[in-house]
């Protein structure tokens, strides 16, 4: 039980930590820093469980693996790099996006994903 503790403990300081969504592998190398013991197996298993808790959230991006990052944010974006596939979060949104829908429809919710180099992977001097 204790050891199960450590573990969570573990796990859910490396997404607080972390300001961009993690892939469970981004996941479980943050979380190793913490606890190196740390299986593979067992953070899936966290993850499972933090998402059916509702603490966990699910950033599905057409074409990507899943990514988790800390349920309740405020409404965001994100941005993915096309080199080192990581997902960067963007805060903020485009006034107005959901009057983009045809007349006459209801718009209920809007995905943004914004496609490009990061910082690192753009190489070019300082940030
Ligand atoms: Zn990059
Ligand atoms: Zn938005």
């Given at each position: 039980m204790e050891r199960q503790t450590r573990q969570r403990e573990a796990?859910?300081?490396?997404?607080?930590?972390?300001?961009?969504?993690?892939?469970?592998?981004?996941?479980?190398?943050?979380?190793?820093?913490?606890?190196?013991?740390?299986?593979?197996?067992?953070?899936?298993?966290?993850?499972?469980?933090?998402?059916?808790?509702?603490?966990?959230?699910?950033?599905?991006?057409?074409?990507?693996?899943?990514?988790?990052?800390?349920?309740?944010?405020?409404?965001?974006?994100?941005?993915?790099?096309?080199?080192?596939?990581?997902?960067?979060?963007?805060?903020?949104?485009?006034?107005?996006?959901?009057?983009?829908?045809?007349?006459?429809?209801?718009?209920?919710?809007?995905?943004?994903?914004?496609?490009?180099?990061?910082?690192?992977?753009?190489?070019?001097?300082?940030?």
């Amino acid at each position: 039980m204790e050891r199960q503790t450590r573990q969570r403990e573990a796990i859910c300081a490396a997404i607080e930590s972390c300001d961009r969504p993690l892939s469970p592998a981004e996941l479980c190398e943050a979380a190793r820093r913490r606890l190196p013991s740390l299986g593979v197996a067992t953070v899936y298993r966290a993850i499972r469980e933090l998402v059916a808790s509702g603490w966990l959230r699910i950033v599905e991006i057409p074409g990507a693996a899943a990514r988790y990052e800390r349920a309740g944010k405020p409404h965001h974006h994100h941005f993915l790099c096309r080199i080192c596939n990581a997902l960067w979060e963007v805060s903020g949104c485009l006034r107005g996006v959901d009057a983009l829908a045809p007349a006459g429809f209801v718009t209920e919710g809007h995905d943004i994903t914004l496609y490009g180099l990061c910082h690192d992977c753009r190489g070019a001097g300082p940030k």
